[in-house]
C-alpha cells in the first residue's frame, strides 16, 4: 500500500476523491528498479498498470524475436501498462528502464473490480487511459512521418 496522496500529486489520478484515491492506493505498491530492468513484456498477460514516479522507462515493438524498434520513452508522472485495463488483458509493447526507476505498480484485477463497481471511478479512469493511448499514438505517428 501507498499513501493515497502520493497518488494525488499525479494529473492520472487528480480528478478521484479521497474515499477512491484510498481504495487504488491500498492496490498500490511503491517499486524500486534498476537500469535495464524489464517491466513489461510484449505478447504476456498484462497484470498492472504502472505510473513513473522517477527515472526513464523505454517503450519497445518486436516485430521478430529478433529485431525490435524503440517506440517511445516515458516520463516521469506518466502512465504505461494501460493495455492490463483493455481486454484482452495483454501486453502490446514491452517496457524496460533505461536508467534506475521508481514506479507505482497497480493491480489491475483489482483497479478493474473497483472500476465495475464505481462508474465514477471506471469514467475517471478510462478517460485518462484513454487520453495516455491517444499521446502515445501521436508520438508514433511523428516517428513515423520523420522516418520517411
Not at 13 to 28: C, E, P, V
Not at 95 to 117: F, H
Amino acid at each position: 500500500m501507498i499513501s493515497p496522496e502520493l497518488l494525488r500529486r499525479y494529473p492520472f489520478f487528480g480528478s478521484l476523491s479521497a474515499d477512491q484515491l484510498k481504495q487504488i492506493a491500498m492496490m498500490s505498491d511503491e517499486v524500486s528498479l534498476a537500469a535495464g530492468v524489464t517491466i513489461l513484456e510484449e505478447g504476456k498477460p498484462a497484470q498492472a498498470i504502472y505510473l513513473l514516479m522517477e527515472g526513464a522507462v523505454d517503450v519497445f515493438f518486436s516485430v521478430s524475436e529478433n529485431k525490435e524498434f524503440f517506440v517511445a520513452e516515458i516520463n516521469p508522472g506518466e502512465a504505461f501498462g494501460i493495455s492490463a485495463m483493455v481486454d484482452p488483458y495483454t501486453v502490446t509493447t514491452s517496457v524496460r528502464t533505461s536508467k534506475t526507476s521508481r514506479v507505482i505498480k497497480i493491480s489491475a484485477t483489482e483497479l478493474r473490480k473497483a472500476c465495475a463497481e464505481d462508474s465514477v471511478l471506471a469514467a475517471a479512469v478510462y478517460q485518462h487511459i484513454a487520453k495516455s493511448a491517444i499521446e502515445r499514438l501521436d508520438a508514433t505517428r511523428v516517428q513515423l512521418v520523420a522516418a520517411r
